[in-house]
């Protein structure tokens, strides 16, 4: 016996729960439609022009996409090994109080807001590469050209370095959620076959943790990409494409923070959420790959008897 | 003998990698407290700022904006958030379930920014002006994903008997849910929705075009209005030593708060995460 | 019942009897929570011994401190000695080393789950030293055949382990176990997870089995101890009540908890 009641509860929450997909589609038309202006003058030429002069209205997408991309791979160089290690240790490794505290600090990474980031970028982290890391980097691998030209706090490298300490804490938490999620049956077959703790790490816990350990690795891409602020105060937005890690570059979530509110003329807006556009189509497709990942580990796993 | 040299050599890389991954968040939090802890007093939470060259001078305006903006977005998030939750938990084991399930997966992927000029879009070039509204819109978006997915976990956790007991007392369902699931459900639920506030609290990328800036008090939703953040931002690109010490003290307060709330949270329920 | 070293069976009677294992005084917990009281238990040479009890009484933990797989579960910790061919194996720092003398089955099949059947069998040997592949495939083959498992996989052995059927899957672990060239293999509850058939089969393999290596097994399951062990011990409440010949435990027990458990009175 349903009362009017239920009924009205009934539809008044689906219609919030409706609104979601609602929103999501929404996000999308509404981006198309005000950059519909920029993807009919500049066509598939936006994406891989690579001038940006906003006072000449000649536009191309290219060193931010560039920016984007290579500023997220070098976060991923830096933070997969850490992020690992650290599930390594906070799963396999560590049966003390210890690890518990260590647990809750790299959690807090994930708390610290973005602008914080950016500030420690400018005055702690982009003199310490100036003056540590890049020479360091030049010193030894000086003859590749990713590591030459002059010194700057303020580079593709520093962004990289910020980037990776703020995907750190995404990598170890799933990572050590898939780590736990390989039975313990496993290690013990591999312990009572005389195995030390790093091979049994090796022959029966990466195996089935490898998907799991893509997806964490690509959901920390997803993050890397659409990061805004840290990365906007410490990669020198300069539109250019560069050999060096040590020169400035751009992002295309740098340029719509710097410019969208000083945006010169309808077109340059259009542009400007045109890029906003090729993010969002970016971070979507590469986070839909690693939840499939994420997902299909998960269930493999589940599925065992 | 080299098994055992492997050995070693796997606990030291282990070792060694969690120490460097714990560093960058003890000199984060050690640079924001020294440096801000020098610039911080009274003034700074109750006066304005003041132009570059006069002494003195605060972030009140910012820190009331940044509440302002935080409790428009929980008129816009929360609803939807809970609501949408129960509605999955209870209703959503079908096709329309899924759909809503995924839509809030791949908003929760969007980037922040992304959702910021949606929200210009959609308020400030209507209004043609920035607004604290169109600032809060945007994070309430944000929060949505999160509060979505705590509040249907939570209540998917309820078990089934508390509902029909509660049935069972002759209650409509509708009450039941709300007086009873919900009831039982909440101390969790709340756990989500403060972690996703302290997370839009630091929020500054959405804020940028939205709600921007202003360098006054300011108490109503369709004007521009200051935050924390985005002063802090403001503050650590300039070129002035006195306006840098400006955003360690902004930021100084600004992690008080989001990591206070955070580890209070986490202090009193370890089964939610981060994010 | 403390003395229960002291009622092991007569060694007249059995003049090829040789000691392999012995367990003296041994105390194992979990936490503050005593999983063992002082138990005393000698295992013969190429002899099965079988362990037997209601749930929770300490068997499992009592086997798997004889190859010290108990120390891995956070928590557990153990005092009292183990010998093995005299030497104490808790004072022993290699711990990899004596578990390559003591093998170990587990209840439910554990093939590693990304490994082919070959590599299954070989993960074991492939920690102790390189080994050229003629070797490797010849030690593969070997342990699969004493496993009774050849015939049924030669044609299979690049396929997943995990897709072999629960019996094959368990036989396929005891081939790994026994890869490694093991004296005395521990298995604990092996055919729990199984159906009749495949029971008989593994069985069968302890028959085998027994005639080169010494065999401690832990069962749930009166009859299968009564049907393959030559040796039968009864824990109850973490204590070892009694250790006798099979056939004395079975027919003749001492202890009356022991005849309460065997005729079904309790358990």
């Known amino acids: 016996m349903r009362s009017a009641g239920d009924a009205w509860f009934k539809r008044i929450a689906f219609?919030?729960?409706?609104?979601?997909?609602?929103?999501?589609?929404?996000?999308?038309?509404?981006?198309?439609?005000?950059?519909?202006?920029?993807?009919?003058?500049?066509?598939?030429?936006?994406?891989?022009?690579?001038?940006?002069?906003?006072?000449?209205?000649?536009?191309?997408?290219?060193?931010?996409?560039?920016?984007?991309?290579?500023?997220?791979?070098?976060?991923?160089?830096?933070?997969?090994?850490?992020?690992?290690?650290?599930?390594?240790?906070?799963?396999?490794?560590?049966?003390?109080?210890?690890?518990?505290?260590?647990?809750?600090?790299?959690?807090?990474?994930?708390?610290?807001?973005?602008?914080?980031?950016?500030?420690?970028?400018?005055f702690v982290l982009g003199p310490w590469i100036a003056n540590v890391v890049q020479p360091f980097l030049?010193?030894?691998?000086?003859?590749?050209?990713?590591?030459?030209?002059?010194?700057?706090?303020?580079?593709?490298?520093?962004?990289?370095?910020?980037?990776?300490?703020?995907?750190?804490?995404?990598?170890?938490?799933?990572?050590?959620?898939?780590?736990?999620?390989?039975?313990?049956?496993?290690?013990?077959?591999?312990?009572?076959?005389?195995?030390?703790?790093?091979?049994?790490v090796k022959i029966a816990v990466l195996g089935p943790a490898r998907s799991g350990i893509v997806g964490a690795v690509i959901l920390g891409l997803g993050r890397a990409l659409g990061e805004t602020m840290a990365v906007t105060m410490v990669i020198g937005n300069r539109p250019e494409i560069s050999s060096s890690v040590f020169a400035p570059a751009y992002t295309l979530a740098s340029v719509i923070a710097n410019e969208f509110a000083e945006a010169v003329s309808d077109i340059n807006l259009a542009v400007l959420i045109e890029l906003g556009l090729v993010l969002l189509f970016i971070t979507v497709v590469v986070n839909g790959i690693a939840r499939l990942m994420v997902w299909r580990l998960t269930s493999k796993v589940k599925a065992r008897p | 003998m080299t098994r055992n040299i492997k050995e070693k050599i796997y606990l030291l890389i282990v070792f060694a990698f969690t120490l460097i991954a714990v560093i960058p968040l003890i000199s984060v939090i050690s640079y924001v407290f020294l440096q801000g802890i020098s610039a911080i007093n009274w003034d700074f939470f109750t006066r304005l700022p003041v132009p570059f060259g006069d002494p003195g001078g605060g972030m009140g305006n910012a820190i009331v904006g940044t509440f302002i903006v935080v409790g428009l977005a929980c008129v816009v998030g929360l609803p939807i958030g809970i609501f949408g939750g129960i509605w999955l938990a209870l209703y959503g084991n079908n096709k329309k379930g899924f759909v809503i399930r995924y839509a809030a997966d791949v908003l929760s992927s969007i980037p922040t920014i992304?959702?910021?000029?949606?929200?210009?879009?959609?308020?400030?070039?209507?209004?043609?002006?920035?607004?604290?509204?169109?600032?809060?819109?945007?994070?309430?978006?944000?929060?949505?994903?999160?509060?979505?997915?705590?509040?249907?976990?939570?209540?998917?956790?309820?078990?089934?008997?508390?509902?029909?007991?509660?049935?069972?007392?002759?209650?409509?369902?509708?009450?039941?849910?709300?007086?009873?699931?919900?009831?039982?459900?909440?101390?969790?639920?709340f756990t989500g929705i403060m972690l996703s506030v302290a997370r839009i609290t630091g929020e500054t990328a959405p804020l940028l075009f939205t709600a921007f800036n202003s360098m006054y008090w300011n108490f109503a939703v369709d004007q521009p209005t200051a935050t924390m953040t985005v002063q802090i931002y403001n503050y650590a690109i300039s070129p002035f030593a006195q306006w840098h010490a400006k955003a360690w003290a902004g930021s100084l307060t600004l992690m008080f708060i989001v990591l206070g709330v955070t580890l209070l949270v986490r202090k009193f329920s370890r089964r939610v995460h981060y994010g | 019942m403390d003395d229960t070293l002291l009622k092991a069976p007569d060694p007249v009677s059995c003049s090829d009897l040789s000691e392999r294992m012995s367990a003296h005084k041994v105390n194992a917990w979990f936490y503050e929570k005593q999983a063992l009281h002082g138990i005393s238990m000698k295992i013969y040479d190429k002899k099965v011994s079988a362990i037997i009890g209601p749930s929770g009484c300490g068997k499992s933990t009592f086997i798997r401190c004889l190859n010290r797989m108990h120390e891995t579960v956070p928590g557990a910790t153990m005092k009292g000695s183990i010998f093995l061919d005299g030497k104490d194996i808790l004072s022993k720092k290699d711990v990899a080393s004596l578990r390559r003398v003591v093998g170990m089955?587990?209840?439910?099949?554990?093939?590693?789950?990304?490994?082919?059947?070959?590599?299954?069998?070989?993960?074991?040997?492939?920690?102790?030293?390189?080994?050229?592949?003629?070797?490797?495939?010849?030690?593969?083959?070997?342990?699969?055949?004493?496993?009774?498992?050849?015939?049924?996989?030669?044609?299979?052995?690049?396929?997943?382990?995990?897709?072999?059927?629960g019996g094959q899957q368990q036989r396929l672990c005891i081939a790994r176990a026994l890869a490694i060239e093991p004296e005395v293999i521990l298995l604990d509850e092996p055919c729990s997870a199984l159906d009749p058939i495949s029971t008989a089969k593994i069985e069968e393999l302890i028959h085998e089995l027994k005639r080169n290596y010494t065999i401690v097994i832990v069962t749930h399951n009166m009859q299968q101890a009564a049907r393959v062990a030559d040796y039968t011990g009864f824990f109850l409440l973490g204590e070892m009540i009694e250790f006798d010949v099979t056939s004395k435990i079975f027919t003749n027990p001492r202890d009356k908890r022991t005849e309460d458990y065997i005729t079904g009175r309790f358990g």
């Open chain 1, 138 to 200: 030049r010193s030894i691998f000086g003859f590749l050209p990713i590591f030459q030209g002059p010194y700057s706090g303020l580079s593709m490298l520093s962004a990289g370095v910020i980037l990776a300490i703020m995907v750190l804490p995404t990598i170890t938490a799933i990572s050590r959620e898939v780590f736990n999620s390989v039975p313990n049956y496993l290690r013990e077959s591999a312990l009572a076959l005389g195995a030390t703790k790093w091979e049994t």
């Open chain 3, 105 to 165: 089955v587990f209840q439910k099949p554990t093939p590693f789950p990304t490994m082919t059947v070959y590599d299954n069998v070989a993960a074991g040997i492939k920690l102790f030293g390189r080994i050229s592949e003629q070797k490797l495939d010849r030690v593969v083959e070997q342990s699969l055949r004493r496993a009774a498992l050849w015939e049924e996989v030669k044609d299979l052995l690049d396929k997943p382990g995990m897709g072999l059927s």
């Open chain 1, 15 to 122: 219609a919030f729960a409706a609104s979601i997909p609602v929103l999501l589609l929404a996000i999308i038309v509404l981006l198309v439609k005000q950059s519909w202006l920029s993807i009919h003058t500049f066509g598939a030429g936006f994406i891989i022009s690579s001038v940006w002069d906003p006072l000449a209205d000649e536009y191309g997408a290219l060193p931010f996409i560039y920016g984007t991309l290579v500023s997220s791979i070098i976060a991923l160089i830096i933070a997969v090994p850490l992020g690992l290690g650290c599930a390594l240790y906070l799963s396999e490794v560590s049966r003390s109080k210890t690890k518990e505290y260590i647990a809750v600090m790299v959690e807090l990474l994930a708390a610290i807001p973005s602008v914080v980031y950016g500030l420690w970028g400018i």
């Open chain 2, 114 to 189: 992304v959702i910021g000029i949606f929200a210009y879009v959609l308020i400030v070039l209507v209004m043609k002006r920035f607004s604290a509204l169109a600032g809060g819109f945007a994070l309430g978006i944000i929060m949505i994903p999160t509060v979505t997915r705590t509040t249907e976990e939570m209540v998917k956790m309820v078990p089934r008997t508390l509902f029909e007991a509660g049935l069972a007392l002759g209650l409509p369902e509708w009450k039941v849910i709300m007086r009873i699931i919900f009831r039982t459900a909440w101390s969790g639920i």
